[in-house]
């Protein structure tokens, strides 16, 4: 949350974490999705068929879940639960302590790709290949809301801390803002010339950074849709971008 952690993923199956001050690499763990709890005590990486549990200061694994076909995974700020995202469709949440799935949530058509949960654990939102977002009800596994709009895959989503707001990310070259207690969507951020394949919300829910195949990162002032800045830099698509928590970093992948 302070911007000075970083973590990548790449296809060779590992993760690496990020000394951003320094640019020295900390440690590489085992698997290709990570989450990263808020306190930076504990990650989560996934392969195919496997969950783990670690911690960061050591990068010693602690525990090891079943998996299930993962696209994603998403850990609760408290570091006691984990989501999972599949392309069986499902999602499942698990008891980090314990190992122990404890419900598996169902209602996407095709595969799940993202999910982001609330600070507070109690919310999780997902979006899949099927073009639309659901919210959930974590401690139930009931869907509370089912957002459509997007007109292509929907390939990423942010949520703010207090779990009023979404971000949404799409290959349909836009991104769109979602009031979470109603599920209505507020606005549409247009201005990508290609697909948009990553975003990021500040804590606040003020500013959204967005990932684009045109090679560009965009800042938004998601209060307005304004769009506030275009990062260059990178001579390839942009696949993934974060924010730090004062909003002053931003690190991007390509």
């Given at each position: 949350?302070?911007?000075?952690?970083?973590?990548?993923?790449?296809?060779?199956?590992?993760?690496?974490?990020?000394?951003?001050?320094?640019?020295?690499?900390?440690?590489?763990?085992?698997?290709?999705?990570?989450?990263?709890?808020?306190?930076?005590?504990?990650?989560?990486?996934?392969?195919?068929?496997?969950?783990?549990?670690?911690?960061?200061?050591?990068?010693?694994?602690?525990?090891?879940?079943?998996?299930?076909?993962?696209?994603?995974?998403a850990l609760s700020a408290d570091g006691r639960l984990v989501v999972s995202a599949s392309r069986d469709h499902i999602l499942k949440v698990w008891d980090v302590g314990t190992g122990r799935e404890l419900h598996t949530l169902t209602g996407h058509s095709e595969w799940v790709t993202d999910v982001v949960l609330s600070t507070d654990g109690h919310l999780a939102v997902s979006v899949s290949r099927d073009d639309i977002l659901k919210v959930w009800d974590v401690a139930t596994g009931c869907i509370l809301h089912t957002l459509t709009g997007h007109n292509h895959l929907v390939t990423g989503v942010a949520l703010s801390v207090d779990g009023q707001l979404a971000v949404s990310a799409s290959l349909d070259k836009t991104l769109k803002v979602w009031d979470i207690p109603t599920g209505r969507e507020l606005r549409t951020l247009t201005g990508?010339?290609?697909?948009?394949?990553?975003?990021?919300?500040?804590?606040?829910?003020?500013?959204?950074?967005?990932?684009?195949?045109?090679?560009?990162?965009?800042?938004?002032?998601?209060?307005?849709?304004?769009?506030?800045?275009?990062?260059?830099?990178?001579?390839?698509?942009?696949?993934?971008?974060?924010?730090?928590?004062?909003?002053?970093?931003?690190?991007?992948a390509s």
């Open positions: 949350a302070d911007g000075r952690l970083a973590i990548s993923s790449s296809g060779d199956e590992t993760i690496t974490v990020w000394d951003v001050t320094t640019g020295r690499e900390l440690h590489t763990l085992t698997g290709s999705i990570m989450a990263l709890s808020v306190d930076r005590r504990l990650a989560v990486s996934a392969s195919t068929d496997t969950i783990k549990v670690w911690d960061v200061a050591t990068g010693r694994e602690l525990h090891t879940l079943a998996g299930h076909n993962i696209e994603d995974v990508h010339s290609k697909e948009v394949n990553g975003v990021a919300l500040s804590a606040d829910g003020q500013l959204a950074v967005s990932a684009s195949s045109d090679k560009t990162i965009t800042v938004w002032d998601v209060t307005t849709g304004r769009e506030l800045h275009t990062l260059t830099g990178h001579n390839d698509e942009v696949v993934g971008v974060a924010l730090s928590a004062d909003k002053n970093l931003v690190v991007s």
